[in-house]
């Protein structure tokens, strides 16, 4: 089952900005009002990740979140991997592999293309982590070929 936390902002973070909450819709007030302890989220996400790859859209952005968050527990943060190794992955199998790499590398992106315009066209929840990743893997699994998952509960 999937899982979803509003994060608590620990004191001296500061990162949080106008901005951010109109994006996220989520703000300062929400997130010190049911927000959990990043220490308790960090334990948890790490725990969840242990053993498996993390992926990620923008692993820069992503990573100094995570790197912040799992800090606050005195925890090292998982490695993120960017979400196009696991595309790469579940596209090989479709290519053909006779043709040269620069027309496998066009098909591969016109596949992800496709699928990603296909989640785009989607009306769904944007910036919210749950959503976001539940988006990244239904990428996946339509590249893939695995039947498409349901929308993450709410």
């Not at 800090?71 to 090989?92: I, K, S, W």
Request: overall charge negative; hydrophobic content about 45%.
């Amino acid at each position: 089952m999937p899982e979803s936390y509003l994060v608590h902002p620990q004191e001296g973070w500061a990162e949080w900005c106008t901005q951010a909450a109109r994006l996220h819709g989520l703000t300062l007030t929400m997130l010190h009002a049911h927000g959990k302890a990043a220490q308790d989220v960090a334990h948890r996400f790490v725990q969840v990740a242990r053993g498996r790859r993390v992926v990620s859209d923008a692993t820069a952005f992503d990573g100094a979140w995570l790197s912040m968050l799992c800090d606050a527990a005195g925890l090292a943060a998982p490695p993120l991997l960017p979400v196009q190794l696991a595309y790469a992955e579940a596209v090989g199998p479709l290519l053909d592999h006779s043709a040269s790499r620069s027309v496998q590398a066009r098909m591969a992106l016109q596949i992800v293309d496709h699928h990603e315009a296909d989640e785009d066209a989607r009306n769904r929840v944007r910036h919210r982590a749950l959503h976001d990743a539940w988006s990244l893997f239904r990428i996946w699994r339509a590249i893939a070929g695995v039947p498409a998952s349901p929308d993450p509960p709410v």
